[in-house]
């Protein structure tokens, strides 16, 4: 059975997990906000064997820029010294394969904190299948856009609390154990960073 790593700190949670075809091994997951830098290579090697697989999931983001960056630059070294494979995927994708996971439903709205105050919202079907491109929009435009009858993120609440009617929302950080609730096709070759929203930084006219 191959043997995959699984990294995920695209948000203020940090997460691995080693697998051996379909069954963890070991993991660790850590809400840290910050320091992703100094924990992330510390926890791939507490894992079995220092975390040596012939595979590696990584996640895209969107999230956190610096940690987007660190997840896909530690994959990437991982891949040149162990000649593996990686595979990225989208974490909103890996938070709707969860949330779904754990609530009824055909679909849900993810809702994650974004950057500059506004959220990163996107509808998805079981195993993370996305239904909606994803949008970077701030708490109003978010209401006006509206979500399903269950939203699940770290700003699932938030708005929840924006919408009339009826919605059940599910506090919620990605988490590396949990890859494999993702749908078959959800990952890919495509390991370029996701950040959600365009650059603060423009180049002058």
């Not at 220092?50 to 969107?62: C, D, E, H, M, Q």
């Not at 770290?154 to 506090?171: K, N, Q, T, Y």
Request: aromatic share 4%; glycine share 12%.
């Amino acid at each position: 059975m191959m043997r995959t790593l699984a990294i995920e700190c695209a948000t203020e949670a940090c997460s691995v997990a080693l697998f051996e075809g379909d069954d963890l091994l070991a993991g660790d997951h850590r809400v840290l906000g910050r320091g992703h830098a100094e924990h992330l290579v510390p926890m791939i090697a507490a894992l079995p064997d220092k975390g040596r697989a012939a595979r590696i999931l990584v996640s895209r983001g969107p999230g956190s820029f610096t940690g987007v960056r660190i997840g896909l630059a530690v994959a990437g070294s991982l891949a040149v010294a162990w000649k593996a494979p990686v595979r990225g995927y989208p974490t909103l994708s890996l938070v709707g394969a969860m949330a779904l996971e754990e609530m009824d439903g055909a679909d849900i709205t993810v809702c994650m904190a974004g950057g500059h105050g506004e959220w990163f919202v996107q509808d998805f079907a079981a195993g993370g299948v996305p239904l909606t491109p994803l949008a970077s929009l701030d708490p109003a435009a978010a209401a006006v856009r509206g979500a399903s009858r269950q939203i699940a993120g770290s700003r699932a609440s938030d708005l929840a609390a924006l919408l009339e009617g009826d919605h059940r929302a599910l506090s919620l950080l990605p988490d590396a154990r949990r890859v494999n609730a993702l749908a078959e096709g959800v990952t890919g070759g495509d390991t370029s960073p996701l950040y959600g929203r365009g650059p603060d930084a423009r180049l002058p006219a």
